[in-house]
């Protein structure tokens, strides 16, 4: 990934709120063909060490590549188009303002009594009572597989307009405030005090 330094974010704590609150993005892996897969992800966190966990359809031939290889995730977060106009400066050139964290691991395959207890995790935040019964737990993990991935780089990119002066992110901030865009952009522009709301 090209990462400009005044883009890139090594603030584990910023990293972590950063995941808690976007956890869908890309698994990839390579090995020999590039496969990837949208999927949810759950961050396990102890102190400062992340495993990750997620679950593939057996039938996905991404799984064939999933143990003890190297993979990658991409988590996408809130992004937005930038015009030129907005900085009042006929040699300024749009842009897209964006976040995301890169996660490089390896992974490895899970049985189905750990696949089956990854599942009541996740599930126990939406629909508890779904896994009670034997046969469905049975048919459920019959079709998924488990994946665990042990965290080596974490990797977050920021692009909110830091390489501008302090006055041209205000002003990217109030246009992105007052588009009908998502509100998120600027909101993460504020939060890490590149942009105050008037």
């Keep these: 990934m090209y990462l400009p330094n005044h883009f890139q974010s090594e603030d584990l704590d910023q990293i972590r709120s950063f995941l808690q609150q976007h956890y869908f993005g890309l698994l990839l892996s390579n090995s020999p063909d590039l496969y990837y897969s949208p999927l949810p992800f759950l961050m396990d966190w102890q102190e400062d060490h992340l495993t990750v966990f997620c679950h593939l359809a057996r039938n996905n ?7 003890e290889q ?14 030129a106009d907005c ?11 964006y976040s995301l964290v890169e996660l490089k691991g390896t992974a490895f395959a899970l049985d189905t009594a750990q696949t089956l207890a990854l599942v ?4 126990s935040f939406s629909a508890p009572g779904m896994l009670q019964a034997a046969d469905y737990q049975q048919k459920l993990v019959n079709g998924i597989c488990g994946v665990r991935i042990e965290i080596s780089s974490i990797v977050g ?3 909110l307009s830091q390489n501008k002066s302090a006055e041209q992110r205000q002003k990217v901030g ?3 405030q007052a588009t009908e865009q998502p509100q ?3 909101q993460l ?3 890490l005090a590149l942009y105050q709301s008037n």
Excluded at 61 to 67: D, G, I, S
Aim: hydrophobic share 40%; net charge positive; charged share 20%.
């Design 174 to 176: 109030d246009y992105l």
């Design 120 to 123: 009541r995790r996740q599930e």
């Design 70 to 83: 190297q993979v990658q995730i991409v988590i996408m977060g809130p992004h937005a188009f930038v015009a």
């Design 61 to 67: 031939p991404q799984l064939k590549q999933l143990n």
């Design 157 to 159: 990119k920021m692009k």
């Design 189 to 191: 522009m504020q939060q």
């Design 184 to 186: 998120s952009v600027w």
């Design 87 to 97: 900085y009042g400066d006929e040699q300024a050139v749009s842009t897209w303002n």
